[in-house]
């Protein structure tokens, strides 16, 4: 078992940014595809990110060129969102796949509003 804990979000304005952060419980370097996923109020999840294991990156088209995903080499994840717009408002949760194996965080609000 792998828990997941994401921080970093809150209310910022449009064209701001905000940095969100999942640390692991143990060690999820070699192997584990690391991604960041958002839903907004009545909408189904979406990926946002993904980094695999050899640094692979796959994005949204909708946050391509503005959000980052990078990682550590140990427990952390990380998701750069810069020139945020209204649309980008909902829950962020870190997600840890291996194989059949498929961990959520409880998630961190992102609220973009002026």
């Known amino acids: 078992q792998i828990q997941l804990v994401e921080s970093g979000g809150g209310l910022v304005q449009p064209g701001g940014s905000l940095r969100l952060s999942c640390v692991a419980s143990?060690?999820?370097?070699?192997?584990?595809?690391m991604g960041w996923y958002r839903q907004a109020p009545g909408q189904e999840r979406e990926m946002v990110a993904i980094i695999g294991p050899g640094a692979t990156l796959r994005y949204a088209d909708s946050v391509k060129g503005r959000f980052t995903i990078s990682r550590d080499m140990t427990k952390n994840t990380y998701l750069q969102m810069n020139n945020l717009k209204p649309e980008d408002t909902g829950v962020y949760y870190c997600?840890?796949?291996?194989?059949?194996?498929?961990?959520w965080g409880q998630g961190t609000q992102v609220t973009v509003s002026s």
């Open positions: 997600n840890a796949k291996y194989g059949p194996q498929n961990y």
């Open positions: 143990r060690n999820v370097f070699n192997g584990y595809f």
